[in-house]
Structure formats: structure tokens, C-alpha cells
């Protein structure tokens, strides 16, 4: 079975949302070379990406680090 990569299953996760490449690069505060950066392999998601993308898609890091299949994000602890 291949494995997939970070930076795959990231680009999996945008392409799927249906967003550009530029509408989330304007949310997150990207720079207009990080998203291309990642698709052309010169380039893979640093943790704040990784953390940035977790949030804005609604997803679990492990999710995009591949360390699972199940894309639900843990529940938030509230902190008093």
C-alpha cells in the first residue's frame, strides 16, 4: 500500500474544499508562494501551516500529518 505523503493529503484537503488556492492563502496569512510551493514540491507544510489548516478546514493535524485516516478533529478543551 503506498503511503501518502503530508503534503498530499494537505492538497487533498484543499482541493476538496472547493476554495482556491488564493482565497486560503488570503485567509491564513500565507505568502503567494506557499500554496504553489507545495504543489510543485518545493516546498511542505511547516507545523503553523499544518496547525493553521487544521483549524480552517475543520480537521485533525494527525489527519494531515497522516498519523490517522479520520479527518474529526479532537473536541476543544476549555480552558477557565
Do not use: C, H, Q
Not at 2 to 18: H, M, P, Q, Y
Not at 26 to 41: A, P, Y
Amino acid at each position: 500500500m503506498k503511503s501518502i505523503t503530508i503534503t498530499n493529503r494537505v492538497l487533498k484537503v484543499i482541493d476538496e474544499s472547493g476554495k482556491s488556492d488564493y482565497v486560503i492563502k488570503k485567509d491564513l496569512g500565507f505568502t503567494n508562494s506557499v500554496i504553489s510551493g507545495w504543489r510543485i514540491g518545493r516546498a511542505k507544510p511547516s507545523a503553523d501551516a499544518i496547525v493553521k489548516l487544521a483549524v480552517y478546514f475543520n480537521v485533525s493535524a494527525d489527519y494531515l500529518l497522516g498519523l490517522t485516516n479520520d479527518p474529526t478533529p479532537p473536541e476543544r478543551v476549555k480552558l477557565d
